[in-house]
């Protein structure tokens, strides 16, 4: 496995879990990207994340939470290091189609150019690095049209070119874009 400086004694001031990310912002410092998202929204409302509508609302929470609390804790290092490095591979691509197989129904009735209506949203933010470790993991994504679709259309904005995780200062040389 290759160091990471998020399990430095450093990094673990910022995130006792020695999981990324961490922000550090306003003289505080947040862990967990949901609530990082939650807190940008709330002190830096533009662009909004969040729609105005309650019901689009609970859609973005809703599929925001299935994938940074049903799909992606599942593939983290720490899981994987417990399955055994046999059963990495096949355990990452269930976990992702499970989740997948989920997520392309409920898009079905909330997508629109984005996972929900026409506008970025916080559940767009958490599709497009899952997306990321699907491809990553060696899945499929042909039985996922319209994740397919939406990641695509979203790829295409600058915001989520320069901020793709293969992208990212400790992104593994063989990830790197």
Not at 21 to 46: C, H, N, V
Not at 105 to 116: D, R
């Amino acid at each position: 496995m290759m160091w990471s400086p998020q399990f430095s004694e450093e990094f673990q001031t910022l995130n006792p879990m020695k999981q990324v990310p961490a922000l550090k912002i306003d003289g505080i410092t947040i862990g967990q990207s949901l609530a990082i998202i939650e807190y940008l929204e709330e002190t830096r409302p533009t662009p909004r994340l969040l729609p105005q509508d309650p019901k689009k609302r609970a859609s973005v929470r809703m599929i925001s939470d299935l994938i940074a609390g049903g799909i992606q804790p599942l593939q983290n290092l720490s899981v994987l290091k417990q399955v055994g490095t046999e059963n990495q591979l096949s355990w990452a691509q269930n976990v992702i189609c499970s989740g997948f197989d989920a997520l392309e129904q409920i898009l079905h009735g909330t997508a629109g150019k984005f996972c929900v209506g026409d506008e970025v949203s916080m559940a767009d933010l958490c599709l497009v690095p899952q997306v990321a470790n699907a491809d990553r993991f060696k899945v499929d994504l042909n039985p996922y049209p319209t994740i397919r679709r939406i990641n695509k259309t979203l790829l295409a904005l600058e915001a989520f070119q320069v901020s793709h995780p293969c992208r990212q200062p400790d992104t593994p040389a063989e990830l790197r874009a």
